[in-house]
């Protein structure tokens, strides 16, 4: 699932790649993938549009468009942005020849045949599959929104109603806004595990499971350990954790597991950097114990038992 890193990765390979671009118009192959407002109205309102900034805030991808609106893409499980060159064309005969395998994978989409039977192209790339939206770019680009389990959202605002858009979002943890301050009184008053409430996006916004779990091992902390019984040394350490562990993620170019892929259709590095998440029965870093894997709050959840123990406060 993308990330804090993966989303700002994404925003910065957008940036140099689309701002001053214009959006021709948008195919909708899967339509619950947009969430405001009706298609209708979507497709009408955003044709033409130029694209004028690109910024993160959480886990949402923010487009700026011409006509004081806002596009919101948010790739929950496995959504992924990428940007194809002009020369491509989409197949959507499937749609009507076999509509049960068109509700999986979408439309076919293939380079423009040359008239030569050449034809030397990836096309059978599973990056270019799963595809539920299309942006046309006036230049011949397309930029696709890929999306396997189709939980994603995508939506058109007035810039005016951003806030309304992006629902009750915490405090952005790569800010100055974020201090251990903040943090401390963020979990004050909180007794679930800590684990379940770095997930909680209305505290942090940001973090999911992998940056969760590498934060909680670099300040030694147990992830059942209730949010309000943290000292302020421990506090201090999390949120040096939390701040260390997303920027080296999005050094990396983001956390690549299965889905996760650039907008060049790259896995990012930082798989080879985690130190828990995915770890189970790997020695700690540290400490050389087998790494366990617990389930919080229906979260896998990755640990090394004896860095981080559960101590009852
Ligand atoms: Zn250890």
Same mark, same amino acid.
Request: net charge negative; with cysteine.
């Given at each position: 699932m993308p990330e804090l890193p993966e989303v700002e990765h994404t925003a910065r390979q957008l940036r140099d790649a689309i701002?001053?671009?214009?959006?021709r118009e948008v195919l909708v192959?899967? /339509?619950?993938?947009?969430?405001? =407002?009706d298609l209708p109205d979507f497709l009408a309102e955003i044709a033409? $549009?130029?694209?004028l900034s690109v910024r993160r805030r959480g886990k949402f991808l923010i487009l700026d468009l011409s006509g004081e609106l806002i596009l919101t893409i948010h790739r929950r499980m496995t959504g992924n942005l990428l940007l194809l060159p002009p020369g491509w064309e989409i197949d959507t005969?499937?749609?009507?020849?076999d509509p049960f395998t068109w509700n999986i994978k979408g439309p076919l989409i293939h380079r423009?045949?040359?008239?030569?039977?050449e034809t030397t192209t990836d096309?059978?790339?599973?990056?270019?599959?799963?595809?539920r939206v299309c942006f046309n770019l006036a230049d011949g680009r397309r930029l696709l929104y890929t999306?396997? $389990?189709?939980?994603g959202r995508i939506e058109l605002w007035p810039r005016e109603r951003e806030q309304e858009a992006l629902k009750s979002l915490g405090t /952005?943890?790569?800010? /100055?806004?974020?201090t251990p301050e903040i943090l401390a009184k963020s979990l004050s008053g909180r007794k679930s595990p800590i684990k379940q409430v770095l997930l909680n996006q209305e505290v942090?916004?940001?973090?999911g499971n992998i940056y969760a779990d590498e934060a909680l091992y670099y300040a030694s902390?147990? =992830?059942?350990? $209730?949010?309000?019984?943290?000292?302020p040394a421990e506090v201090q350490l999390l949120h040096e954790g939390i701040v260390s562990v997303l920027t080296l993620g999005i050094e990396h170019g983001g956390t690549s597991f299965s889905e996760y892929r650039d907008l060049w259709g790259e896995a990012g590095d930082n798989y080879n950097h985690? $130190?828990?998440?995915?770890? /189970?029965?790997k020695p700690c870093l540290r400490c050389s114990t087998p790494i366990e894997r617990i389930v919080v709050a229906q979260r896998s959840t990755h640990f090394c038992p004896k860095c981080q123990k559960l101590t009852l406060v």
């Amino acid at each position: 699932m993308p990330e804090l890193p993966e989303v700002e990765h994404t925003a910065r390979q957008l940036r140099d790649a689309i701002i001053g671009a214009k959006i021709r118009e948008v195919l909708v192959f899967w /339509e619950n993938t947009i969430g405001h =407002p009706d298609l209708p109205d979507f497709l009408a309102e955003i044709a033409d $549009r130029d694209i004028l900034s690109v910024r993160r805030r959480g886990k949402f991808l923010i487009l700026d468009l011409s006509g004081e609106l806002i596009l919101t893409i948010h790739r929950r499980m496995t959504g992924n942005l990428l940007l194809l060159p002009p020369g491509w064309e989409i197949d959507t005969s499937l749609k009507t020849s076999d509509p049960f395998t068109w509700n999986i994978k979408g439309p076919l989409i293939h380079r423009y045949s040359t008239g030569n039977a050449e034809t030397t192209t990836d096309e059978t790339s599973s990056d270019l599959l799963y595809c539920r939206v299309c942006f046309n770019l006036a230049d011949g680009r397309r930029l696709l929104y890929t999306d396997p $389990r189709k939980f994603g959202r995508i939506e058109l605002w007035p810039r005016e109603r951003e806030q309304e858009a992006l629902k009750s979002l915490g405090t /952005e943890p790569l800010s /100055e806004d974020f201090t251990p301050e903040i943090l401390a009184k963020s979990l004050s008053g909180r007794k679930s595990p800590i684990k379940q409430v770095l997930l909680n996006q209305e505290v942090i916004a940001g973090l999911g499971n992998i940056y969760a779990d590498e934060a909680l091992y670099y300040a030694s902390i147990h =992830p059942l350990r $209730r949010a309000n019984s943290l000292t302020p040394a421990e506090v201090q350490l999390l949120h040096e954790g939390i701040v260390s562990v997303l920027t080296l993620g999005i050094e990396h170019g983001g956390t690549s597991f299965s889905e996760y892929r650039d907008l060049w259709g790259e896995a990012g590095d930082n798989y080879n950097h985690v $130190r828990v998440y995915h770890q /189970e029965g790997k020695p700690c870093l540290r400490c050389s114990t087998p790494i366990e894997r617990i389930v919080v709050a229906q979260r896998s959840t990755h640990f090394c038992p004896k860095c981080q123990k559960l101590t009852l406060v």
